[in-house]
T-cell receptor
């Protein structure tokens, strides 16, 4: 069973702080890695994707991938209350489907 | 900005009834997917569809489920005889060729 593991949280950070979200995956054949944000009752919204080892930055968001450790992370700088949501890690292998983790709930307090 | 459109937003049905969930993927996309999310649980893959046929399906996608692309725009998920445990959010997603899948707003299915 190919798994994606995330700490369910909640992860609580004050406004302006850095939030660090982590994800591990079991399938070494995983090729693409995604972070989606999901507000309660809403659909997943793509935040970041990364294919290669290292860091990828987009505005306040940085995705980090370490394939040797089978580890993906998402850093959110200058966290805002509007960032409060569940963050879903997802991976794909050579096949097309996304395999999701259970998500980490992030709470940013003003 | 192009988006994936799903209808209805909420479907209430009686156990044993058939339901059809509808999706209009982004117009030039080639790969289509259905996922579901039971309340409080993770998003689960159901089925992928490419070139007018199923390319992969999960264990959840049993004989009660079917998908169809009846014309050039719609992509439907049919559940023949709904069970209580089919109650969930159902998400349609599509992509062009890169790995990025775009999700619709979802249909909340409530089976009574």
């Amino acid at each position: 069973q190919k798994e994606v593991e995330q700490n369910s949280g909640p992860l609580s950070v004050p406004e302006g702080a850095i939030a660090s979200l982590n994800c591990t995956y079991s399938d070494r054949g995983s090729q693409s890695f995604f972070w989606y944000r999901q507000y309660s009752g809403k659909s997943p919204e793509l935040i970041m994707f990364i294919y290669s080892n290292g860091d990828k930055e987009d505005g306040r968001f940085t995705a980090q991938l370490n394939k040797a450790s089978q580890y993906v992370s998402l850093l959110i700088r200058d966290s805002q209350p509007s960032d409060s949501a569940t963050y879903l890690c997802a991976v794909t292998t050579g096949f097309q489907k996304l395999v999701f983790g259970t998500g980490t709930r992030l709470l940013v307090s003003p | 900005e192009p988006e994936v459109t799903q209808t209805p937003s909420h479907q209430v049905t009686q156990m044993g009834q058939e339901v059809i969930l509808r999706c209009v993927p982004i117009s030039n996309h080639l790969y289509f997917y259905w996922y579901r999310q039971i309340l409080g649980q993770k998003v689960e893959f159901l089925v992928s569809f490419y070139n007018n046929e199923i390319s992969e399906k999960s264990e959840i996608f049993d004989d009660q489920f079917s998908v169809e692309r009846p014309d050039g725009s719609n992509f439907t998920l049919k559940i023949r005889s709904t069970k209580l445990e089919d109650s969930a959010m159902y998400f349609c997603a599509s992509k062009l060729a890169l790995d990025i899948q775009y999700f619709g707003a979802g249909t909340r299915l409530s089976v009574l």
